[in-house]
């Protein structure tokens, strides 16, 4: 089946800086990726859409400054936490369709701790 | 009101037991069903599609009421390796992101 590959799997981070998550897809094109934020014990929560050679869609709620989205290829979308606190840690991963089913693939996620 | 929910247990059950969790979605106009299941610190993996007339995976069975905006998962003769956390996800359109709920645990033991 499709492959989504997301870098890293897990990162630590002091407060203040920021940090790079990318989410690629190994054996298709998706021209719009979400992604999502998953806290302890909660559900997964749709943070943005990312769309390719366009602005990504925000979810309510959800700062777009703080949050960068860049998805410049059809295979690859990144997803920037910056100047990152610690209740910024968090379960963050991504999902995309093939097209071609309803079937959604999703990344490894990353596990991400600020200090 | 969350658009998805989900009763989060735990449910604790032995080996062999039967187990069906339920769900209940907001949005009237949610297209597809599924049910995912998720591992500790990992990824969700569809388990199974949900339809109106019922789909049967092996040991799981899962089912759709519409008018009721009800969905469930039956799991029969529970393992050990079937402890995890149970989604339930809607869906609005095909290609729009999902709706996950928040899980329902399932801790099987022997």
């Known amino acids: 089946g499709a492959v989504v590959s997301q870098h890293p799997s897990r990162v630590i981070c002091k407060s203040g800086t920021s940090v790079k998550i990318e989410c690629r897809s190994l054996?298709?094109?998706?021209?719009?990726m979400f992604w999502y934020r998953q806290f302890p014990k909660q559900s997964l929560m749709l943070m943005a859409t990312?769309?390719?050679?366009?602005?990504?869609?925000?979810e309510q709620g959800v700062e777009k400054d703080k949050f960068l989205i860049n998805h410049a290829s059809l295979t690859l979308s990144t997803l920037t936490v910056t100047s990152a606190h610690p209740e910024d840690s968090s379960f963050y991963i991504c999902?995309?369709?093939?097209?071609?089913?309803?079937?959604?693939?999703f990344g490894q996620g990353t596990r991400l701790t600020v200090v | 009101r969350k658009e998805v929910e989900q009763d989060p247990g735990p449910f604790n059950v032995p080996e062999g037991a039967t187990v069906a969790f339920n769900c209940t979605y907001s949005?009237?106009?949610?297209?597809?069903f599924f049910w995912y299941r998720q591992d500790c610190r990992k990824e969700p993996k569809l388990l199974m599609s949900?339809?109106?007339s019922g789909n049967e995976d092996g040991r799981f069975t899962a089912q759709l009421n519409r008018a009721s905006q009800y969905i469930s998962l039956l799991i029969r003769d529970s393992k050990l390796s079937d402890s995890a956390t149970y989604l339930c996800?809607?869906?609005?359109?095909?290609?729009?992101?999902?709706?996950f709920g928040k899980g329902t645990t399932l801790s099987v033991s022997s």
């Open positions: 054996d298709f094109q998706a021209t719009t």
């Open positions: 996800v809607v869906n609005h359109q095909a290609g729009t992101a999902l709706i």
């Open positions: 999902s995309a369709f093939t097209g071609e089913d309803t079937e959604a693939f």
């Open positions: 990312s769309n390719e050679g366009s602005k990504a869609t925000y």
């Open positions: 949005n009237s106009a949610s297209q597809s």
């Open positions: 949900v339809y109106s």
